[in-house]
């Protein structure tokens, strides 16, 4: 390494900023990687259906002028930019046994390939991370694909670049329609390549390599598929596993850029292997290896292009290599394929530092001991589904990534936490009959918390048997404390509230297990016939007896009968406009408990008299119950006081004048039948 003052008498000699190249923008903060383009479809993996991708695009496009800048912006970046530079190059010269760390290669990449600085930064310190896109002044501008030598460029490469049709096509379609998204692609992996690359490369990979990623995900660690492939290289479950990416109910280290990338090395490395050349591996990749070894096999060849151009590779597959090519090729030379530095909103380097925790911890409680907002160890532990980290212990201890600088600031600070400040956690799998406000009760917790936990917006009916993360005042001596409850919980409720989660109200939810089906809604007439409630309900299309019998809380068996139907005439006789009968009052239900859940059941009814100038027998309901008197029990809710007296939850709210349903204490008298 050149001693400093040998360095500052190097950049002494550096031209004024006006006579370098116009710097690039400021690179973005932190911020939750863009969505992958529509355009770039996930790949399916062995095991999945092959999935179609873009058509070949047909035509050049012209490049897309760049939008001019600010002027002001402009001013103050020429201004400011070799001062920048300074002081980023500053600290990496004074530690001479240091690599340069993430701010200033970013400064690198900012300057563009052609600025003199950047030139004379590199060479001081001697780092060739960003000197594999370097010509004396670029490669100049590509008008015409089909005159391009494509053999200049591959120096630059340690994967095969050829110029095919397809190839042609996609850099076209790259430049025009597919330009918005690939700006994006192009902005977001000065985040990943320089932590992608260096494990490629020590895994005996090409560097290059990379590039796949890009056309898998554009380099983002949440894109997901139709395939249920994820992460940035787009593992499905089976392959991931195969390939040592754990996932569970806490993690799925498919979207961690780290593992999955050393995932995918030796993934590709195994197809490189069994199938030959680089093309075939990628193309393995996407379609899976047990498919090209076939086709190999059928046309004698281990040639990616003359298996391409035959039968039995799907559309996408076939477009797979071309692609990678394509965008391998912009993204080094972009100058050279019409795209402008002004174009790309550059990410700054993946830069992060490792503490060890021994118990599941609130990623709010660890944002707020580091210093940092929630949204920054988020976006550097993407692999976390729950809002926090999974049961750890001394023994095995969580590694969670933290910002760079922050590590000693959270190990002090989370040590003084109190436990009134921390949560805990239950794993609650929801049975039948469970519902959210029921089970936040039973925890001695809030909805909301829960829902944030779990990273839910809302949630009115519960899955049968899924799992939840409970979030639980901290205790002593396994007595919660209301100092744990008004502080831990009440923080999370209002943190919850503020990012749009929103609990059911608990007349609205919906009991795990529930049956779901089409609900009527045709149109209905109520009247009194014999002092008792008659419905005449009009029949719509997409009807059936369950549907109807459904929405007014009555028994199949008990519509039929009502309305002289046998099980197998009751799809026949459903006619849209024709009408059926039912007598919601008529019908007591006798309840009884099955493994804590309420299961109602009817007495059957009893022959009515014909009514009217119809030809239909219905049958006359049985004499109305006594008025009845219902104590509300921890963990009911209306709804589910609703269903055990077959009536409905409007009902109930109007004869005991309730209005506000969210706060009914325990043993609430609540009249159940009219007065």
């Given at each position: 390494?050149?001693?400093?003052?040998?360095?500052?008498l190097a950049?002494?000699?550096?031209?004024?900023?006006?006579?370098a190249?116009?710097p690039?923008?400021?690179?973005a903060?932190?911020?939750?990687?863009?969505?992958?383009?529509?355009?770039?479809?996930a790949?399916?993996?062995?095991?999945a259906?092959?999935?179609?991708?873009?058509?070949?695009?047909a035509g050049?496009?012209?490049p897309?002028?760049?939008?001019a800048p600010?002027?002001?912006?402009?001013?103050?970046?020429?201004e400011?930019?070799?001062?920048?530079?300074?002081?980023?190059?500053?600290?990496?010269?004074?530690?001479p046994?240091?690599?340069p760390d993430a701010?200033?290669?970013?400064?690198?990449?900012?300057?563009?390939v052609?600025?003199?600085?950047?030139?004379r930064?590199?060479?001081?310190?001697?780092?060739?991370?960003?000197?594999?896109?370097?010509?004396?002044?670029?490669?100049?501008?590509?008008t015409?694909?089909?005159?391009?030598?494509?053999a200049?460029?591959?120096?630059?490469?340690?994967?095969?670049?050829?110029?095919?049709?397809?190839?042609?096509?996609?850099?076209?379609?790259?430049?025009?329609?597919?330009?918005?998204?690939?700006?994006?692609?192009?902005?977001r992996?000065?985040?990943y390549?320089?932590?992608?690359?260096?494990?490629?490369?020590?895994?005996?990979?090409?560097?290059d390599?990379?590039?796949?990623?890009m056309?898998?995900?554009g380099f983002?660690?949440t894109?997901?598929?139709?395939?249920h492939?994820?992460?940035p290289?787009?593992?499905?479950?089976?392959?991931?596993?195969?390939?040592?990416?754990?996932?569970d109910?806490w993690?799925?280290?498919r979207?961690d850029?780290?593992?999955?990338?050393r995932?995918a090395?030796?993934?590709?490395?195994?197809?490189?292997?069994?199938?030959g050349?680089?093309?075939l591996?990628?193309a393995?990749?996407?379609t899976?290896?047990?498919?090209v070894r076939?086709l190999?096999?059928?046309h004698?060849?281990k040639?990616?292009?003359?298996?391409?151009?035959?039968?039995?590779?799907?559309?996408?597959?076939?477009?797979?290599?071309?692609k990678?090519?394509?965008a391998?090729?912009?993204?080094?030379?972009?100058?050279?394929f019409?795209?402008a530095?002004?174009?790309?909103?550059?990410?700054?380097?993946?830069?992060?530092?490792?503490?060890?925790?021994t118990?599941?911890?609130?990623?709010d409680?660890?944002?707020r001991?580091a210093?940092v907002?929630?949204?920054a160890v988020q976006e550097?532990?993407?692999?976390?589904?729950?809002?926090?980290?999974?049961?750890?212990?001394?023994?095995?201890?969580?590694?969670?990534?933290l910002?760079?600088?922050?590590?000693?600031?959270?190990?002090?600070?989370?040590?003084?936490?109190p436990?009134k400040?921390r949560?805990?956690?239950?794993?609650?799998?929801?049975?039948?009959g469970?519902?959210?406000?029921?089970?936040a009760?039973?925890?001695g917790?809030?909805?909301?918390?829960?829902?944030?936990?779990?990273?839910?917006?809302?949630?009115?009916?519960l899955?049968?048997?899924?799992?939840?993360?409970?979030p639980i005042?901290a205790?002593?001596?396994?007595?919660?404390?209301?100092?744990a409850a008004?502080?831990?919980?009440?923080r999370?409720v209002?943190?919850?509230?503020r990012?749009?989660?929103t609990?059911?109200?608990?007349?609205?939810?919906?009991?795990?297990g529930t049956?779901?089906?089409?609900v009527?809604?045709g149109?209905i007439k109520?009247e009194?016939?014999?002092?008792?409630?008659?419905?005449?309900?009009?029949?719509q299309?997409?009807?059936?007896?369950?549907?109807?019998?459904?929405?007014?809380?009555v028994?199949?068996e008990?519509v039929?009968?009502?309305?002289s139907?046998?099980?197998?005439a009751?799809?026949r006789?459903?006619?849209?406009?024709?009408?059926?009968?039912l007598w919601?009052?008529?019908?007591?239900?006798?309840?009884?408990?099955?493994?804590?859940?309420?299961i109602a059941q009817r007495a059957?009814?009893?022959?009515a008299?014909?009514?009217?100038?119809?030809?239909?027998?219905?049958?006359?309901?049985?004499?109305?119950?006594?008025?009845?008197?219902?104590h509300?029990?921890?963990?009911?809710t209306?709804?589910?006081i609703a269903?055990?007296?077959g009536i409905?939850?409007e009902?109930?709210?109007?004869?005991?004048?309730?209005?506000?349903?969210?706060?009914?204490?325990?043993?609430?008298?609540?009249?159940?039948s009219a007065?």
């Amino acid at each position: 390494m050149p001693s400093f003052s040998l360095l500052l008498l190097a950049l002494s000699s550096v031209p004024p900023s006006g006579e370098a190249l116009p710097p690039r923008p400021e690179p973005a903060s932190l911020t939750a990687p863009a969505a992958p383009s529509p355009a770039t479809p996930a790949p399916a993996m062995e095991g999945a259906a092959p999935r179609e991708s873009e058509p070949p695009i047909a035509g050049a496009a012209l490049p897309v002028e760049p939008p001019a800048p600010d002027e002001g912006e402009e001013a103050d970046e020429d201004e400011s930019t070799e001062l920048e530079e300074m002081r980023a190059l500053e600290g990496a010269t004074l530690d001479p046994g240091a690599r340069p760390d993430a701010a200033v290669l970013q400064s690198l990449r900012r300057l563009g390939v052609a600025n003199p600085l950047r030139l004379r930064m590199l060479d001081a310190l001697e780092e060739s991370t960003f000197r594999e896109d370097e010509a004396d002044d670029g490669p100049p501008l590509i008008t015409d694909l089909s005159t391009f030598d494509v053999a200049r460029f591959q120096p630059h490469y340690d994967i095969p670049v050829e110029m095919q049709p397809l190839v042609a096509q996609y850099i076209q379609f790259f430049q025009g329609p597919g330009r918005k998204w690939f700006r994006k692609w192009v902005g977001r992996s000065t985040r990943y390549l320089p932590v992608m690359q260096p494990i490629l490369e020590s895994m005996g990979l090409p560097r290059d390599t990379v590039y796949l990623a890009m056309i898998e995900s554009g380099f983002s660690p949440t894109a997901y598929s139709w395939a249920h492939a994820s992460g940035p290289w787009q593992f499905i479950s089976s392959t991931g596993r195969q390939y040592g990416l754990h996932q569970d109910f806490w993690v799925d280290e498919r979207r961690d850029p780290l593992k999955a990338t050393r995932a995918a090395a030796r993934y590709l490395k195994d197809l490189r292997a069994e199938l030959g050349h680089w093309y075939l591996a990628w193309a393995g990749y996407n379609t899976g290896s047990g498919r090209v070894r076939r086709l190999m096999e059928r046309h004698d060849t281990k040639d990616f292009w003359l298996i391409s151009a035959e039968k039995g590779l799907a559309t996408e597959t076939k477009h797979y290599v071309p692609k990678l090519i394509a965008a391998a090729l912009i993204s080094k030379h972009p100058a050279a394929f019409g795209f402008a530095e002004e174009e790309f909103v550059y990410e700054s380097p993946l830069s992060f530092e490792e503490v060890k925790l021994t118990d599941a911890t609130d990623l709010d409680v660890i944002a707020r001991a580091a210093g940092v907002e929630v949204t920054a160890v988020q976006e550097l532990n993407p692999e976390l589904r729950r809002w926090c980290t999974p049961p750890a212990s001394t023994k095995n201890p969580y590694v969670l990534r933290l910002p760079t600088g922050t590590a000693p600031r959270f190990t002090e600070n989370f040590a003084k936490l109190p436990p009134k400040e921390r949560l805990t956690f239950r794993v609650h799998r929801v049975k039948r009959g469970d519902t959210l406000s029921q089970i936040a009760l039973s925890y001695g917790t809030a909805a909301e918390a829960i829902l944030q936990m779990n990273q839910l917006k809302s949630l009115r009916t519960l899955k049968l048997n899924s799992e939840l993360v409970i979030p639980i005042p901290a205790s002593r001596g396994g007595v919660k404390t209301e100092d744990a409850a008004d502080t831990a919980i009440a923080r999370k409720v209002a943190q919850a509230r503020r990012s749009g989660v929103t609990a059911p109200r608990p007349e609205d939810e919906v009991p795990a297990g529930t049956p779901r089906g089409p609900v009527a809604s045709g149109p209905i007439k109520t009247e009194s016939i014999g002092g008792r409630k008659r419905i005449t309900y009009g029949v719509q299309s997409g009807d059936s007896v369950w549907a109807i019998a459904n929405r007014f809380q009555v028994q199949v068996e008990d519509v039929r009968k009502w309305n002289s139907l046998s099980a197998r005439a009751s799809r026949r006789a459903l006619k849209v406009g024709s009408v059926l009968y039912l007598w919601p009052d008529s019908a007591p239900r006798q309840v009884e408990e099955r493994a804590g859940t309420v299961i109602a059941q009817r007495a059957a009814p009893a022959a009515a008299p014909v009514i009217g100038n119809t030809n239909r027998h219905t049958a006359a309901p049985p004499p109305a119950s006594a008025t009845n008197v219902h104590h509300l029990a921890a963990g009911e809710t209306l709804w589910s006081i609703a269903q055990r007296y077959g009536i409905s939850v409007e009902d109930i709210k109007r004869w005991n004048h309730i209005k506000d349903t969210s706060r009914l204490p325990t043993g609430l008298k609540l009249t159940v039948s009219a007065p």
